[in-house]
């Protein structure tokens, strides 16, 4: 089964996370050197089927996008050349990195491995992915309670229309 890859992308370190094969759970799975990122993604790949890309967008509180938002969008081309037919889905990242920090601070590790670089990385990277599964989820929920208000209505076109009452 395939499994969507959530890439929080930064100019030296790349955190990565996955789901599980259902795509029900985000999991932290590595942090790699930026100059290493995608040979380790071609690496996984063949072992395990990437079905999508879910990609940090690096903005900043004005929703502009941040001096890093270049390199980003430079290594997302660079993904689509190599893997051309896996789709990218970008997610707003303002605040993963704060809220990893967070969560490693109110954490019960120990403290050398809270001072690891690559755990915030790590972090982020689920925290995007769980975002991406839960807009996903939400966006479905939409779809089936627009499906189940359509049918009471007699139509069962599967668009989402208005419950028109008398």
């Not at 900043?60 to 390199?71: C, D, F, R, W």
């Not at 670089?117 to 309670?145: F, M, P």
Request: hydrophobic share 40%.
């Amino acid at each position: 089964m395939s499994r969507l890859m959530a890439i929080d992308f930064g100019l030296k370190r790349v955190g990565l996370a996955v789901t599980d094969p259902l795509g029900m759970f985000a999991t932290a799975l590595d942090t790699v050197a930026r100059k290493e990122v995608k040979a380790y993604i071609k690496k996984y790949h063949q072992e395990h089927t990437i079905r999508a890309f879910i990609i940090g967008e690096p903005r900043t509180l004005a929703n502009e996008p941040s001096s890093v938002a270049g390199a980003a969008a430079a290594f997302r081309r660079e993904l689509l050349v190599d893997f051309p037919d896996i789709p990218q889905h970008g997610v707003d990242e303002r605040f993963t990195s704060r809220i990893a920090l967070q969560t490693i601070a109110g954490s019960d590790l120990p403290r050398l491995k809270r001072r690891e670089k690559g755990l915030a990385d790590r972090i982020s990277a689920v925290l995007l992915l769980q975002s991406y599964l839960e807009t996903v989820q939400h966006l479905t929920d939409l779809q089936t309670a627009g499906d189940v208000s359509n049918e009471l209505n007699g139509d069962v076109s599967n668009e989402l229309k208005p419950v028109v009452r008398p």
